[in-house]
């Protein structure tokens, strides 16, 4: 059973936090402090793990965002709940779900997939949304000989392909956690979801299935249209800078912006993204009018001066805020950008939206 060379695995947690509704009744300066607390620390765990963040608001009673993490030891994991635990709005969150589990190559042979190093190593799509259940196969499943296993496994992955759009994680938690494992399936369309679970029941493996619940549901959002999905005082209110008398708003230093950097800062609780293209300031909303990804996070090509939204390739214009290609439709917002000093200030746009910085 034990593979020829050691694998190099990854551990996986999916944690579902619920926030106690007493949270939305404490003073909004609180809230919106305790929200940047909550939202800057995730943020710091970036790069230690990886962490992407759903919501379930309006779509589960029981959990209201799931933090998927992805790190190279259980020492991560417990940092990253110590730190969240710590803050003011940690207080109020309880974790009715979380699933530990762990990637290892299957002991299938599927030859028409993807390299099988591929599975040790975690790489989340785009996809709007992730579908996670926790799932336990019957006893009787492990008595069967295993080319009978195989059969159905080969029966399993031919229903899989007849819905490409939607993509499969499979991780291991056995002796880990209660589950055998966690089931991530991510797709753009619940509707292809829907048809291929329902094809998958007809399966023959489907009666050896023991557990596969709770299903939940969860939407991609960026960290910050999340918490602003909780209820309460926006995060950005306590952080973002009073605007001056003639509508302009500082918001950071130029030298925090040296060309061929983006940064999201805040203007009247709006998220907004900087870009110093080679020494020009462009600044436009940072929520992608498609579905809401950070576009300060997206990648800028200044020959052309657009940016590329990190999760489905949409394009804008940094200049006017068009959308130049990619699913989205509507252009965003604009903003007018000044320089003095050494501060950016910002203002909605009703002119030309750039302002040149001094070249560092
Ligand atoms: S969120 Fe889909 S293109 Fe930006």
């Given at each position: 059973m034990s593979p020829a060379t050691p694998e190099h695995r990854q551990v996986v947690r999916y944690a579902f936090y619920k926030l106690e509704?007493?949270?939305?009744?404490?003073?909004a300066e609180r809230q919106a402090a305790a929200k940047t607390e909550l939202g800057e620390t995730i943020e710091r765990y970036h790069g230690r793990l990886l962490l992407r963040p759903y919501g379930l608001v309006g779509i589960r009673?029981?959990?209201d965002f799931l933090l998927w993490q992805v790190a190279e030891d259980l020492d991560a994991l417990v940092e990253l709940q110590t730190a969240l635990n710590r803050t003011d709005l940690g207080a109020y969150l309880t974790i009715p779900y979380s699933y530990l589990a762990m990637t290892r190559r299957s002991?299938?042979?599927?030859?028409?997939?993807?390299?099988?190093?591929?599975?040790l190593v975690i790489r989340p799509s785009a996809a709007k949304y992730l579908f996670v259940y926790p799932f336990i196969k019957t006893r009787a499943w492990y008595s069967l000989p295993k080319a009978e296993r195989q059969r159905m496994m080969d029966e399993h992955v031919r229903v899989g392909r007849k819905y490409p759009t939607i993509r499969l994680n499979t991780t291991y938690s056995y002796g880990l956690d209660d589950q055998e494992f966690v089931v991530a399936f991510e797709g753009d369309n619940p509707a292809q979801f829907l048809d291929l679970v329902m094809e998958l029941r007809?399966?023959?493996?489907?009666?050896?299935?023991l557990r596969d619940t709770p299903t939940l549901t969860c939407v991609q959002m960026s960290l910050w249209d999340l918490l602003d999905t909780l209820g309460g005082a926006s995060a950005t209110r306590s952080v973002a800078p009073a605007t001056r008398g003639d509508g302009f708003t500082p918001v950071c230093?130029?030298?925090?912006?040296?060309?061929?950097t983006s940064k999201r800062v805040y203007a009247a609780a709006e998220a907004v993204a900087l870009f110093n293209v080679g020494g020009t300031i462009h600044a436009i909303?940072?929520?992608?009018?498609?579905?809401?990804?950070?576009?300060?996070e997206g990648t800028v090509d200044a020959a052309k001066c657009v940016v590329v939204c990190p999760w489905h390739e949409g394009v804008f214009s940094l200049e006017t805020g068009q959308v130049l290609a990619g699913p989205p439709t509507a252009a965003v917002q604009t903003y007018r950008v000044k320089i003095e000093g050494d501060t950016i200030l910002i203002a909605e746009a009703r002119e030309p939206t750039v302002a040149s910085a001094p070249r560092s």
């Open positions: 509704p007493a949270w939305r009744r404490l003073p009673g029981d959990c002991i299938y042979e599927f030859p028409a997939e993807a390299p099988r190093d591929q599975r007809e399966s023959e493996a489907s009666s050896y299935t230093d130029a030298a925090d912006l040296p060309p061929g909303a940072n929520r992608c009018t498609h579905a809401r990804a950070s576009l300060s």
